[in-house]
């Protein structure tokens, strides 16, 4: 088995890529009648282009049983060569979390994760034994309201120096990843942030949601989040990826076209900065 950060390597190579298209299906939203066949039609247009899809579990969920097999479907939709990160922020105490790691990670055909470190290190412990998946635990968040509690100033016990929750956040998720597998998940919307964690965790994997119709800024985010190699970083687009057509007739050709034009954002911000893909 390919470890995930292999496998993102090879991925991102192989497109030129350090895109991620999320897959968060609104039944209100899609321009056809079958999720499924959206689903299907969003990856065969944009695939070329990505080195991941992010599936939203909660607009499965939503939809009960039926939504759990169209999410198994679409995985399966998904070529073998591109990650598939499980996007749950899943968290909790054990034994609940040891059940969540093995739902999505040893019966699931996810390559990663996302996780909630709300109740504490030891809680993500049972995601973090799947050495061979990536576990990305949710530090700083896109939302608007992050601040309320991210930005709280925070010391341990051992008295170290105060700091902001969600630095503290990565300065722990660092001391955790000896096995290499674990990344932090920054919004787009908070680009300074993504520089301070980018400097606090150099070499670890950075997944960043928010460009598009959250306004995060892809520039910033690029500059900001990739590591000394121009690399390390996916920037995450959903829902101007996914609904940038709203006709039956054209959404996936404006899919295709809207993936495209982000992958070569992302790739003219990286030349600009003296990054080539054929350095890789």
Known sequence: MVDFKTKINLSAVNNKSLL?????????RIP???LLDFNK????????????????LAFFESLGSEGIEILNETIKSIPNNICVIGDGKRGDVRPTTDYYANTLLGAGDFDAVTVNPYGG???LVPFFEYKDKGIFIWCRSSNEGASDFQDLIVTDSNGSSPVELYKYIALKARDYNTNGNIGLVVGATFPDEI????????????????IGAQSGSLEKSVQNGIDSNGRNCIINSSRSILYAGSTADNFEQKAMLAAKNTRDDINNILYSLGYKWSDS
Not at 20 to 28: I, Q, S, T, W, Y
Not at 195 to 210: A, F, N, S, T
Request: hydrophobic share 35%; net charge negative; with cysteine.
């Open 20 to 28: 991620c298209v999320g897959l968060d299906p609104d039944p209100n």
């Open 32 to 34: 056809i009648d079958n």
């Open 41 to 56: 039609s969003i990856i065969r247009s944009t695939s070329d282009f990505v080195c991941a899809y992010k599936p939203n």
């Open 121 to 123: 290190m030891d809680t």
């Open 195 to 210: 520089r301070v964690l980018r400097e606090l965790c150099p070499d670890m994997l950075l997944l960043i949601p928010g």
